[in-house]
T-cell receptor
Framework: GAVVSQHPSWVICKSGTSVKIECRSLDFQATTMFWYRQFPKQSLMLMAT?????????EQGVEKDKFLINHASLTLSTLTVTSAHPEDSSFYIC????????????FGQGTRLTVV | DAKTTQPPSMDCAEGRAANLPCNHS???????VYWYRQIHSQGPQYIIHGLKNNETNEMASLIITEDRKSSTLILPHATLRDTAVYYC??????????????FGKGTLLTVNP
């Protein structure tokens, strides 16, 4: 149980285009989901916290107009990287916090984004 | 936010216990300690968490000092597949019923044959 799936696992896109990454909790509902970014040989950096049915809360320094987050249901959150640039190339990871009960968050397998 | 300090790397022989330390001297009374690990190019995997009592599950044991300023994650019989970066994290409330997990640099544990 407690599986979080991200799609796609990897994506290559051209500069200036937008890319959408999906994060699904497969066997539980998640009121809260988190989005992280990880550059090579670095730790995970929290980008934003999304709550179902409300606006996401972004960490300081993260552009909300560039990284659009939607959490329209209790099992799905999406991150859209708009007008992608090569410096946006990174490993994007989501995690989901089960609604009620368990207090640990579960992570997806990550999405490798390469902007060329 | 409570911060954690971990050694950047550790080695352990296969079959031996791996003891990973973590300092969190500024932790508040209601903040939990969580441990996750990340194997290369994968998402983090939950290991264990605790508040003030020692905890044990099928993966590991968590020993928290009485003053809660430090903790140790114990993998009782390390295997090669336990080679990963281990993160000790203090869960911080971010308002309402929400919390967030802020990752530090972690400890790269290398299990050697």
């Amino acid at each position: 149980g407690a599986v979080v799936s991200q799609h796609p696992s990897w994506v290559i896109c051209k500069s200036g285009t937008s890319v959408k990454i999906e994060c699904r909790s497969l066997d539980f509902q998640a009121t809260t989901m988190f989005w992280y970014r990880q550059f090579p040989k670095q730790s995970l950096m929290l980008m934003a916290t999304s709550n179902e049915g409300s606006k996401a809360t972004y960490e300081q320094g993260v552009e909300k107009d560039k990284f659009l987050i939607n959490h329209a249901s209790l099992t799905l959150s999406t991150l859209t990287v708009t007008s992608a640039h090569p410096e946006d190339s990174s490993f994007y990871i989501c995690s989901a916090l089960p609604t009620g009960g368990k207090t640990e968050a579960f992570f997806g397998q990550g999405t490798r984004l390469t902007v060329v | 936010d409570a911060k954690t300090t971990q050694p950047p790397s550790m080695d352990c022989a296969e079959g031996r216990a791996a003891n990973l330390p973590c300092n969190h001297s500024t932790i508040s009374g209601n903040e939990y300690v969580y441990w996750y690990r990340q194997i290369h190019s994968q998402g983090p995997q939950y290991i264990i968490h605790g508040l003030k009592n020692n905890e044990t599950n099928e993966m590991a044991s968590l020993i928290i000092t009485e003053d809660r300023k430090s903790s140790t994650l114990i993998l009782p019989h390390a295997t090669l597949r336990d080679t990963a970066v281990y993160y000790c994290i203090v869960r911080v409330w971010s308002g309402g019923s929400n919390y967030k997990l802020t990752f530090g640099k972690g400890t790269l544990l290398t299990v050697n044959p």
